[in-house]
């Protein structure tokens, strides 16, 4: 099956995202790690890392990956976009293993080899968007009964979680705190298509900056990157990077393709064959980025948190006190978009 010019542009702009943004995270992390020696943890609610330079070097460095990954959105759909995140748990494990002198586990090999089959089978069978003229056609999308319900249940989940969760088990239960970045996450990527689309439309020679909808998408994209951020860090923090990693990955990749299939109809034309081949390469990656996580877990994180046979019992007992020195003995993570 053929891939379209547009669809290999955007692969390619993942592929790169991916690679930055895995190293970044190696680094944030242990700039999170240096700051909290010195000063207020950003779980807690602390800020000191903003003054340490080895987690501006991490941020500069994801910063580069996610203009990548943005410049992606504005070329291919996010169907295709956001599972190759995955990749960039591949480039972590495997700079982990180098670098950190992290063994990696047979079966977090197994885990990597499942993350490339799926990628493929996903950029194969990935739907072709239909040409998009004006940011007002996206704006009429955007404003669609479907989606508007998908933002205000979104929206009132994200007020619930800080308001009322967060103060009372934000530090105990990882899912308060990605669930957070992961919901917020589905919308700015939405923003972030509309902005890019806009901008590649503008360069074209046809100007989008005139029209009001590009400014307000601008604007709900810093808006939700810096919520992210926020909690991303709060979440890194506090928990196990090899626990935060796959949970979010799960979270926002599932509700990052729910909102593009509302809002931009990534579907509709498509054959049931191939929609069904694109979740079944998303499975795979999915399965794959569990399964390494899972072996880097049992291999640098055995005292963090003992694995479950509920999964909510796993991730609530994922608390960073047990692993708050040992900045060395962990140094694999996954890849926690802000977009």
């Known amino acids: 099956m053929s891939v379209s010019t547009d669809n290999l542009k955007g692969f390619t702009l993942a592929l790169l995202s991916s690679g930055f943004i895995g190293a970044s995270f190696i680094i944030k992390k242990k700039g999170l790690r240096r700051a909290a020696a010195s000063g207020v943890r950003a779980g807690v609610g602390g800020y000191s890392y903003l003054l340490e330079p080895l987690w501006w070097v991490g941020m500069i460095t994801m910063i580069v990956g996610e203009v990548a990954n943005f410049v992606a959105y504005a070329f291919a759909p996010a169907v295709l976009v956001t599972p190759l995140g995955a990749l960039s748990i591949i480039v972590s494990a495997v700079m982990a293993h180098f670098i950190l002198k992290e063994r990696l586990h047979p079966l977090g090999v197994l885990g990597c080899v499942m993350c490339i089959a799926g990628s493929v089978i996903i950029v194969i069978h990935a739907p072709q968007e239909s040409a998009i003229s004006s940011v007002q056609e996206i704006w009429i999308m955007a404003?669609?009964?479907?989606?508007?319900?998908?933002?205000?249940?979104?929206?009132?989940?994200?007020?619930?979680?800080?308001?009322?969760?967060?103060?009372?088990?934000?530090?105990?239960?990882?899912?308060?705190?990605?669930?957070?970045?992961?919901?917020?996450?589905?919308?700015?990527?939405?923003s972030v298509k509309a902005l890019g689309t806009s901008l590649k439309l503008t360069f074209e020679g046809s100007n989008q900056l005139i029209y009001p909808e590009t400014w307000f998408f601008m604007t709900v994209v810093f808006t939700c990157v810096l919520m992210q951020m926020n909690y991303l860090n709060k979440a890194l923090d506090t928990f196990n990077t090899a626990v935060v990693s796959p949970i979010y990955y799960v979270m926002f990749t599932t509700l990052t393709i729910l909102a593009s299939v509302i809002m931009f109809k990534d579907w509709d034309g498509q054959s049931g064959g191939k929609i069904i081949s694109e979740i079944c390469g998303f499975v795979v990656v999915l399965s794959g980025t569990v399964l390494l996580h899972l072996t880097i877990?049992?291999?640098?994180?055995?005292?963090?948190?003992?694995l479950s046979p509920s999964l909510s019992a796993c991730l609530s007992h994922g608390n960073g006190e047990t692993m708050k020195y040992t900045d060395e003995e962990e140094g694999v993570s996954g890849r926690q978009e802000l977009y």
Do not use: E, K, W
């Open 297 to 306: 877990d049992r291999n640098s994180s055995i005292s963090y948190a003992p």
């Open 143 to 190: 404003t669609q009964p479907a989606f508007l319900l998908y933002v205000a249940s979104v929206i009132v989940l994200v007020l619930v979680l800080i308001f009322h969760f967060a103060p009372h088990c934000g530090n105990t239960n990882v899912l308060v705190f990605t669930g957070i970045c992961s919901l917020m996450g589905s919308l700015s990527v939405m």
